[in-house]
């Protein structure tokens, strides 16, 4: 699976949207600064990833919203593609906020059926605690996982 440059060349190229696919993905705000400690910024962020799990877009198995980027793993719905899903949480995250969050593009991996789920999220939920961010995962405020 093809990652899209985080610089915007051949954004698209060789990205396939299946519905029902496990993708992991990555969000880097711009210039990396550290919109998300802002606890408001952070929780508007989660609302719309579970406006989108309501309306059946995705499914969020797993999101951790660190200070500068953002790790989400979920499983694609049938009713959007893949960058068109990205594209509209980002812009609405930056319409919410009043202002641009994020760098172009985003970093995706589709899930073989061999690899680990669980193992990801846990990954993806230590991320707080391996930063120094917190003592331990369960004191960080921002994330969730249906699975561990």
């Not at 068109?84 to 172009?104: E, F, T």
Request: glycine share 6%; proline share 3%.
């Amino acid at each position: 699976m093809a990652r899209e440059n985080m610089h915007g060349c051949d954004l698209r190229k060789g990205r396939v949207s299946i519905p029902g696919q496990v993708y992991s993905i990555t969000l880097v705000t711009r210039k990396r600064e550290p919109f998300f400690r802002d606890f408001r910024l952070a929780r508007t962020l989660i609302g719309i990833f579970r406006e989108y799990e309501k309306k059946q877009v995705t499914k969020s198995l797993c999101f951790v919203v660190m200070p500068d980027h953002v790790h989400w793993l979920l499983e694609l719905g049938n009713k959007k593609e893949l960058s068109a899903v990205i594209q509209s949480v980002k812009s609405l995250a930056s319409k919410r906020a009043g202002r641009k969050l994020w760098q172009k593009g985003f970093y995706d991996h589709a899930l073989r059926r061999d690899e680990d789920i669980a193992a990801i999220a846990r990954y993806m939920v230590l991320n707080p605690q391996r930063a120094g961010l917190v003592e331990h995962y369960n004191d960080y405020s921002h994330w969730d996982a249906v699975l561990l």
